[in-house]
């Protein structure tokens, strides 16, 4: 049974960078076949599927916001990382990690508020 927990600022000003990340319990996050996920949810809108980073170490974003997000691991600490460059207001949201394998199971964190500041 895979556990997340995720991380962050809380409150960050804007144009600054929000790091956010995802402590993983329960399997290692090298292990073969899983997808390691950056979800949000802004006030009154939609969940909002961020980017992933897979146990290669390849990376994949939504186009909208590829140009000011990185997703790193840390495979000693067992946690990867999120970094959403220069925000505003409009990415204040809740952030969630997840997983998934390639058996179709899928996992959620929390979640973590992140508000900007102007």
């Known amino acids: 049974q895979v556990q997340l927990q995720e991380s962050g600022p809380g409150l960050v000003k804007a144009s600054q960078t929000a790091s956010l990340s995802c402590t993983v319990s329960g399997d290692s996050i090298a292990s073969a076949g899983y997808y390691w996920s950056w979800i949000r949810q802004s006030p009154g809108k939609g969940l909002e599927w961020m980017g992933a980073i897979d146990t290669s170490g390849s990376t994949y974003f939504s186009p909208s916001l590829e140009s000011r997000t990185s997703i790193f691991r840390d495979t000693p600490k067992n946690r990867f990382t999120l970094q959403l460059r220069s925000v505003t207001p409009e990415d204040t949201a809740v952030y969630y990690c997840?997983?998934?394998?390639?058996?179709?199971?899928?996992?959620w964190g929390q979640g973590t508020q992140v508000t900007v500041s102007t």
């Open positions: 997840a997983a998934d394998n390639i058996a179709g199971d899928y996992w």
